[in-house]
């Protein structure tokens, strides 16, 4: 039952998501090659929070890491709604297990004000597994997710992401059996736009 609900939430999302492109007034295609005002808007932001792993050997802990994100150069929307590609890289280690993620997680934007922007998607990604005197592996992950965004002026903001990630399979070893990587995690960010 609970890997139904975990993929009709990750369906859910892509849906919506591709309902809200599709449903556009306007669309562009790969607007990097076909927009000569096509600006990225790339932004960098330093990523910190907790990490709360469903593994009963894992202890919730700190996650810290970094976000680099821009609009989608492969298609656009029209208005004040953005699609934006957040790419990231975050760090656990607790009780002799490290944890790297790499991820991709698009989100569709809805600005609430001038400076106040509330985003979700879905997103996949990659977590390599490190347990001291154990196995060294990759597995791959999918994750949803939600967050606020806040812009002091033009440049600056500040963040919070929610997010749910889980690995496709059991396949890393610890106490002698196979382990994944579920995990939800609250992220605060710091960020930089240029």
């Not at 890997?3 to 939430?9: G, N």
């Not at 449903?23 to 990490?51: Q, R």
């Not at 791959?140 to 440049?155: I, R």
Request: charged fraction near 20%; hydrophobic fraction near 40%; proline fraction near 4%.
């Amino acid at each position: 039952m609970k890997v139904i609900q975990k993929s009709l939430l990750a369906l859910a999302s892509t849906v919506f998501l591709a309902g809200s492109v599709f449903g556009a007034d306007e669309f562009k295609a790969f607007p990097i090659f076909t927009d000569e005002n096509f600006d990225p808007n790339i932004e960098v932001a330093l990523v910190g929070g907790h990490m709360n792993p469903s593994n009963k050997d894992l202890k919730s802990a700190m996650m810290y890491g970094l976000e680099v994100s821009l609009d989608c150069p492969v298609f656009t929307l029209p208005g004040e709604n953005l699609l934006r590609q957040q790419f990231s890289v975050n760090r656990y280690s607790k009780n002799s297990v490290d944890i790297t993620t790499i991820e991709i997680n698009p989100y569709y934007f809805i600005n609430l004000s001038e400076s106040f922007f509330v985003g979700f998607g879905p997103g996949i990604g990659g977590a390599h597994v490190d347990v001291d005197g154990g196995e060294t592996t990759w597995m791959f992950t999918y994750q949803v997710g939600a967050g606020v965004k806040y812009y002091f002026n033009d440049d600056v903001f500040a963040g919070l992401d929610l997010r749910q990630q889980w690995s496709v399979e059991k396949d890393y070893l610890q106490s002698g059996e196979k382990e994944d990587v579920e995990n939800f995690r609250a992220m605060a960010k710091v960020g930089y736009r240029f």
